[in-house]
């Protein structure tokens, strides 16, 4: 804040007053203070900029990941489910019943496996 109001005391300055060595040479070291603390700033925005960036890249992957995992879990438990049915139906001795259940439900099962391993 302070650099800000010597910009304003040096406004007011007169062109005689300008033209002086001594007020040159502190206009001239305020600016280039001015300056380096403007690209300063604007390293840090721009890093943040790419942080924020970085963020909502990620934000995006993981609810995408989350909605595919919804389908995958879905599809797990189905396929346990049809091979509780498989195991079942073995020892009540229908085994084509159980091959028609079982081996689906075990393709379906190794398939979410790989798919959600991704």
Same mark, same amino acid.
């Given at each position: 804040?302070?650099?800000? &109001?010597?910009? @304003?005391?040096?406004?007011?300055?007169? $062109?005689?007053? #300008? *033209?002086?060595?001594?007020?040159?040479? /502190?206009? !001239?070291?305020?600016?280039?203070?001015?300056?380096?603390?403007?690209?300063?700033?604007?390293?840090?925005?721009?890093?943040? &900029?790419?942080? @924020?960036?970085?963020?909502?890249?990620? $934000?995006?992957? #993981? *609810?995408?990941?989350?909605?595919?995992? /919804?389908? !995958?879990?879905?599809?797990?438990?189905?396929?346990?489910?049809?091979?509780?049915?498989?195991?079942?139906?073995?020892?009540?001795?229908?085994?084509?019943?159980?091959?028609?259940?079982?081996?689906?439900?075990?393709?379906?099962?190794?398939?979410?496996?790989?798919?959600?391993?991704?």
């Amino acid at each position: 804040m302070t650099g800000h &109001k010597k910009y @304003k005391k040096i406004t007011n300055l007169t $062109n005689k007053d #300008l *033209e002086s060595p001594g007020v040159a040479k /502190f206009v !001239i070291n305020e600016n280039e203070t001015l300056k380096k603390s403007l690209r300063e700033t604007q390293d840090r925005l721009e890093k943040i &900029k790419e942080e @924020k960036f970085e963020h909502e890249k990620k $934000n995006i992957i #993981l *609810e995408t990941k989350q909605k595919s995992i /919804f389908w !995958i879990e879905f599809f797990k438990f189905i396929s346990s489910v049809g091979i509780g049915f498989a195991i079942s139906y073995i020892f009540s001795g229908n085994n084509t019943a159980a091959l028609s259940f079982g081996i689906p439900s075990v393709i379906i099962f190794i398939i979410a496996l790989i798919v959600g391993n991704k």
